[in-house]
Structures are given as C-alpha cells and as structure tokens.
C-alpha cells in the first residue's frame, strides 16, 4: 500500500506521536525513552512557551495501516531574525527503513515551509537548545543520554539521499573521573579567588537555589548565545524551566560561582546518569516508573552527566572553570561517579572542548545537524 501522510490535529493523535519512538525503539539497547508527558507538553501549542514566537505542524506516516514514521516542522521566527535567515526546522523524527516514508515524511515538512515563505530546512533541532538537537551519526553502540535521541544508521542514509548536507557537528566525550584534583586546577583557583572575590556557592535545600534559578538562566542566554542555532529564552520560557527543572536537580551536584555582589558568572549542573533508569520506566512514571529514577539519583551510579557548564562571557578563558571543576571532582570523587558524559558539544565550540585536555577520555559520539535550500 502506498505510505499516507497525515497531520496531527488533536491530543489523541500527538499521544500516538510521541509514543512511536518508544515503540520503534523497544529492543535496541543503546536508545533511552523519554517520558512521554514531558514530550507532549513540549509539543503543546498551550503550554509551551516557545510558540509566543515559534510555530509548527506534526505529521505521522502511514504504512498498511500501521505508524511507520513521524516527523515535526518548526518555525522559530526569533532564532531566524537573530541569524538572519528564513529557515524552518525538522525535528522529533522517526522512521522505518523505507525511502518511502522517509521522503514523505520530508517532503511535507518542505512543503510546508515553503508555504511559510521559508528558503530552507534545518534539523534535526527543537524549538530550544533545551530540547533534543542533532542526528546521531558516529557511536551507534554506546547507550544515549536523557539530554540526547538514538537514531539507526540507516536515518543518516536516508536523510542525505534527499539531498540534506551537513551544516554543523556536535561531538561527545566519555570523560573519567579523575581519583585527585589536577595541581593545575587548584593553583588557577586559588588565583582567581584572590583576583575577583570570586565564591563557590553550594546548596543543601531547594529553598536556597530559588534566588538564583533566574540568574541561572540569564546566565545561560549570556552565554551560549554565539552558538550555532541559539534562540535567546524569554522571561516566559525561564519560569517555565524553572518550575520544570530546578525541583528535578540533585543539590551536590549544582555549583554556581558567584562574585562580591551576589550575581552568578558562572554555573555547573550535572545529574546523575538517568538513561537506565529510563528504559526500564518505558516512558511512563507511573505506576512504577519513578522508582529506577529516584535510585538513578540518589543510590548507585557510575555515570554523571554534564547539562550546562557554563561562564559569562567577560570571564571566559579566565579560570573559573577551575573553581567549577575543582568542586565537580571533590563531589564527583566522593559520591563515587567514575565516568562523566559530556553531553553535546559544537565541534567549532574549541573553549569547551578544550576543557577536557586535562583529562582522560574519548570522544564516543557525533551528532549532525543537516541543511536543505529549498
């Protein structure tokens, strides 16, 4: 039977949406679930904040009368006036090994743009750097992240076929917790303590952190703003991560820097690894899905993950990320982490990347964003 494309139109429809990821991925190792709530409230027009300035449309493919791909079409007019461009983006998409439901799928989404008045497609990207961006081409074997999507070898092939090339890379890195600080990270400390007043602020209750969770955030605009793709987070999008995202963190694990005057000029927020946890919940917290992630972050774990570290940018390249590190490893060394997954990093990002040469570890995943002029 010939593939149908159909337009997701009500909740019922995005619920099938979501879930297809999880289905298609049931029995490959290496791929993490997310949770199936959190996706459908970021691709709800209602409570996203993101659509006071993005717009988008959901398609699902049809194949003998079974879901065989899925695909999202996003328009962030404020990340094209920022980069001065009228691109839309793909993203959230999956499908079988079948050309033709991949250029199907595809083929809407351009279509789509093109009605929107847009010169091309870019992806895979989210409405945020917050969400899921970059198609995983290199790493096929090693076990995701919750910051990151699985996708088989055969997307990558399917992809460039319908004329989609390489616009940037990101890469990860497999780093290993350090059993002392490096002499080297203590020394530049210790200088720029002295140099700028500057102070390491830990927290033992949630309470304490709530003063600084927007200062977390503006940070972050701050920072991460030259990046590839960057759309600055509103006042709306901060509440809404903060309501979603500072009650998740495990406090040891949260190092902000912070100056005489109380402003935040730099942030390290790591997790413990949630990605086995994940499989096992399959999507769902309830019943019993939140009991793997309360032990993920609390009990036994080898892995730590790296979400944001982060430095305003008139002290970058200055060594605070010496004062970070230097409590990253002392929490890290006594919680007993062993490993720690960097999480994406633009290959053209050299200041981050340089973070790692003084230490032990391998670079063990690619991901790539794609562009096609329409």
């Known amino acids: 039977m010939a593939v149908i494309i159909t337009e997701v139109t009500n909740r019922f429809a995005l619920r099938k949406f979501v879930k297809f990821n999880i289905q298609l991925y049931k029995d490959n190792p290496y791929h993490v679930p997310g949770l199936v709530e959190d996706e459908m409230m970021t691709l709800s027009k209602k409570k996203n904040p993101a659509f006071d300035f993005c717009e988008s449309v959901y398609f699902l493919a049809y194949r003998d009368n079974q879901i065989a791909g899925r695909i999202a079409g996003i328009i962030n007019h404020r990340a094209n006036e920022t980069w001065n461009q009228q691109y839309a983006r793909f993203g959230f998409v999956d499908f079988i090994d079948d050309e033709e439901v991949s250029s199907a799928?595809?083929?809407?989404?351009?279509?789509?743009?093109?009605?929107?008045?847009?010169?091309?497609?870019?992806?895979?990207?989210g409405f945020t750097d917050l969400?899921?961006?970059?198609?995983?081409v290199w790493g096929f074997d090693r076990l995701g992240t919750m910051a990151t999507t699985y996708s088989y070898p055969y997307y990558m092939e399917h992809i460039e076929k319908l004329g989609y090339a390489k616009e940037q890379?990101?890469?990860?890195?497999?780093?290993?917790?350090?059993?002392?600080?490096?002499?080297?990270?203590?020394?530049?400390?210790?200088?720029?303590?002295?140099?700028?007043?500057?102070?390491?602020?830990?927290?033992?209750?949630?309470?304490?952190?709530?003063?600084?969770?927007?200062?977390?955030?503006?940070?972050?605009?701050?920072a991460y703003k030259p990046l590839y793709g960057y759309s600055e987070l509103s006042p709306r999008q901060i509440e809404y991560y903060i309501k979603m995202y500072i009650p998740m963190l495990r406090l040891d694990l949260v190092t902000l820097v912070l100056d005489a005057d109380d402003n935040v000029v730099g942030v390290g927020i790591t997790m413990p690894s949630l990605s086995k946890a994940l499989k096992k919940a399959k999507g769902h917290l309830l019943p019993f899905g939140w009991i793997p992630l309360l032990k993920a972050l609390y009990w036994k774990n080898e892995v730590v993950d790296l979400y944001i570290i982060g430095i305003l940018p008139e002290y970058q390249s200055?060594?605070?990320?010496?004062?970070?590190?230097?409590?990253?490893?002392?929490?890290?060394?006594?919680?007993?982490y062993l490993y720690a997954e960097s999480n994406p990093e633009l290959e053209t990002n050299h200041k981050v990347q340089s973070l790692w040469d003084a230490f032990e570890r391998e670079h063990h995943k690619t991901r790539r964003a794609y562009i096609k002029h329409l």
């Not at 799928?105 to 990207?125: D, Y």
């Not at 602020?201 to 955030?217: D, L, M, N, Q, S």
């Not at 605070?320 to 007993?336: A, E, H, Q, R, W």
Request: charged share 30%.
């Open 169 to 222: 890379d990101w890469k990860e890195f497999l780093i290993t917790v350090p059993k002392g600080i490096p002499e080297k990270y203590l020394r530049i400390a210790d200088i720029v303590q002295q140099k700028y007043g500057f102070r390491v602020k830990k927290f033992k209750k949630t309470r304490e952190i709530w003063p600084y969770a927007k200062k977390i955030f503006e940070l972050w605009n701050e």
């Open 318 to 336: 200055k060594g605070v990320n010496s004062l970070i590190f230097t409590d990253l490893i002392t929490t890290c060394s006594k919680i007993g």
């Open 105 to 125: 799928l595809f083929k809407a989404v351009e279509n789509w743009a093109i009605a929107k008045g847009m010169k091309g497609v870019q992806g895979p990207l």
């Open 131 to 136: 969400d899921h961006e970059g198609l995983l």
